[in-house]
């Protein structure tokens, strides 16, 4: 029997995490770089497949000196895939990471509610979830930093803030990027290390080597934890199966995983 394709495998990932209404418009975020340019490329397909409308959103804050060049190569992404490109140029003269942050996501709430648009996706992914979480750790963080990135929250009236690509790595997007043939803009910042950011990058990559997992393990323990601080049906759910095989002197010879497996498996409504 013929396996599933890979991108449709990527496709439903995404599209189950987006829940992107029929009718409805969202707005992509898209700096220009390779991994925001995969995720307007697979939301576009998926927009056409669900039939709702996807805006592109850029934010040019004019700090870089190739923030001209990153617009240029949005609008050429846009035309290519027919959709329309909203531009904002916040006033910004600091490239301190917390304020251009700040002001990126104030800028894409203004252009998402003038677009009428209900929703803002992201591209953070796997490997952005693992730093975001050290990084967190390193700081000494309490539970909430140690959720990690949130796979949505609300970003101003009416607009909420998604980020289907958590659960996606580097990888599998710039395979998605050589697929569309879109054009897409590199940034010379990603390389220097005086961003706390980017030097944690090298470090991981060395333990990605030792630990092949690591992504999908931080991520998942985020998940968990995000959801313990949420009160979830699926925490509830895993305190009770824990309980359940604390109870029969079985929990200590059950691995994380299949306990997981097992929850997957009841959110399917599947025997496992």
């Known amino acids: 029997m013929r396996g599933a394709r890979p991108e449709r ?4 990932l995404v599209r189950g995490a987006a829940r992107f209404a029929r009718g409805a418009r969202a707005c992509v975020a898209c700096s220009g770089g390779p991994d925001s340019v995969a995720l307007a490329a697979l939301l576009d397909r998926l927009a056409r497949e669900d039939e709702y409308d996807l805006v592109l959103a850029h934010v040019n804050h004019g700090v870089r000196r190739s923030a001209e060049q990153d617009e240029a190569v949005v609008l050429s992404v846009g035309a290519r ?14 490239d301190d990471e917390a304020a251009l942050r700040e002001a990126r996501y104030a800028a894409l709430a203004q252009l998402a509610q003038g677009a009428s648009a209900t929703a803002v996706a ?5 490997e952005d979830q693992t730093e975001t979480v050290l990084l967190a750790l390193f700081r000494g963080t309490g539970l909430t930093g140690l959720a990690g990135i949130a796979p949505r929250r609300p970003l101003c009236e009416g607009v909420e803030l998604v980020r289907p690509l958590l659960r996606v790595a580097h990888a599998e997007l710039a395979t998605e990027l050589r697929r569309s043939g879109l054009p897409y803009a590199l940034d010379p910042s990603n390389a220097q290390t005086r961003y706390r950011r980017n030097a944690l990058r090298a470090p991981l990559e060395q333990l990605r080597a030792e630990f092949p997992h690591l992504d999908r393990a931080v991520a998942r323990c985020a998940e968990i934890v995000r959801g313990e601080l949420e009160g979830t049906a ?24 299949r306990i997981e497996a097992a929850l997957d498996a009841a959110e399917r409504g599947t025997p496992r």
């Open 81 to 94: 895939l027919g959709r329309r490109v909203l531009v904002a140029r916040p006033q910004l003269a600091s």
């Open 122 to 126: 992201t591209a953070h992914t796997a």
């Open 9 to 12: 495998a990527l496709d439903a």
């Open 234 to 257: 699926r925490a509830r759910a895993r305190r009770e199966l824990r309980a359940a095989l604390r109870a029969q002197d079985l929990l200590r010879g059950v691995p994380f995983e």
